[in-house]
């Protein structure tokens, strides 16, 4: 969660008023279209961890000719930031996000607006793609050293920066080549086999870091309740078995190397998701040709296993927003009553993903995975 004050994270129970305000800018000219020039109709953005692109920005303009002229510049990026005005003036601002200006359409009927659709700066990622060079990896650097290589290396100029360049993955990237170009594949498939995610995050600024896991002691960042002082409005509670894996079977995918495949599988006594339970042994096949050792294998197979553990029950939650939330966060949800006689259910969950609107008034929905024990059972 970007760092709030307590009074904004309490904005949810207390009077307040919620804004956002937009600007643009032209990478050609260097203009800056500011917010008193983009007032903002509609709009709404969604931060989705399951998603390549992980910050989307859905945006309704006025239809002003000279507006709609301004955003043509290909590679134009909308800044977005939300405020909070409290009940003595004063005024709480942060980052929304960074997007490229990807689709715009303005209609020139009578009540014709102008739409956009933005995702965030990994859309450099997805699009620039390898060239006849560049299609090899730099054998001797490490895992963080080639994906970090390989973002970066989708500007020619002026990278962003890096808000969280996790270093803790020394292996070696070895040999690899790529033969379709695909920068973005290159880059998730090195992460995604070390437990690591890569995405831009709301100040626009690059982040590599461990994949966020659950366990019963991690701290939550906000409290989603019921209640008369609460910020629930709606919740549905769901559990879906077609995806659940109780174990993960990692292997490599690299040409002229040897390694056993890797198994990891929850033993957990009394735990109805061990393999020893009524699921059986319901195994996910992972391979991959940055995998090159054991260690890598197992490290893989081990996170792989606790994030399938936790996707069998899932929540869809609608409430008073906090447009501080990140996806990865950890929530502390605490269901209304439904009978007198039994506890209020409390859970820990991760946010998977957020939808956020722009304009004061709305209501912000979240789809969650529940929490799982501290143990994998191995």
């Known amino acids: 969660m970007y760092p709030v004050t307590q009074r904004w994270l309490d904005s949810g129970r207390t009077a307040h008023v919620r804004y956002s305000e937009a600007s643009h800018l032209d990478p050609f000219t260097g203009k800056v279209t500011p917010p008193d020039d983009m007032a903002i109709v509609d709009g709404q953005i969604t931060d989705d961890a399951n998603s390549n692109v992980r910050r989307m920005l859905n945006l309704t303009l006025p239809a002003v000719q000279g507006l709609y002229d301004a955003l043509a510049a290909p590679g134009g990026e909308i800044s977005i930031s939300t405020s909070m005005r409290y009940v003595d003036g004063a005024i709480e601002t942060i980052p929304a996000g960074v997007f490229i200006v990807d689709a715009d359409n303005m209609g ?3 009540s014709g607006q102008i739409t956009l659709t933005c995702p965030d700066r990994w859309l450099r990622v997805q ?29 020619s100029s002026g990278f962003p920066g890096w808000s969280q360049l996790d270093t803790s993955v020394t292996a070696k990237v070895g040999h690899l080549v790529w033969d379709d170009g695909d920068r973005e594949a290159a880059i998730l498939d090195m992460a995604r086999a070390h437990s690591l995610e890569v995405f831009f995050d709301r100040d626009g600024l690059a982040v590599l870091r461990p994949v966020p896991l659950l366990s019963t002691t991690s701290p939550f960042v906000w409290q989603v309740d019921a209640g008369d002082t609460g910020v629930l409005i709606d919740a549905n509670r769901s559990r879906d078995r077609s995806r659940l894996r109780n174990a993960v079977i990692a292997s490599t995918s690299a040409t002229g190397i040897v390694v056993a495949p890797q198994e990891k599988k929850n033993t957990t006594v009394g735990d109805p998701l061990a ?79 957020i939808t956020t ?22």
């Open 357 to 378: 609107p722009l304009l004061p008034g709305g209501t912000q929905t979240m789809q969650t995975r529940s929490t799982r024990p501290d143990t994998d059972g191995t």
């Open 275 to 353: 393999v020893t339970a009524g699921l059986g042994y319901v195994p996910y096949y992972f391979s991959s040709p940055v995998m090159k050792t054991t260690g890598q294998l197992q490290a893989a197979a081990l996170t792989m296993l606790k994030k399938q553990l936790g996707v069998a029950s899932w929540m869809s939650l609608e409430a008073a927003p906090n447009a501080a939330l990140d996806s990865g966060d950890v929530v502390k949800v605490i269901l209304p009553n439904v009978d007198r006689f039994t506890p209020r259910p409390t859970e820990l969950h991760i946010l998977d993903a």
């Open 108 to 110: 020139y009927n009578p």
């Open 127 to 155: 699009r620039n793609r390898f060239g006849i060079t560049g299609r090899t990896s730099v054998a001797s650097n490490t895992i963080h050293a080639e994906i970090q290589r390989l973002v970066e290396g989708a500007w």
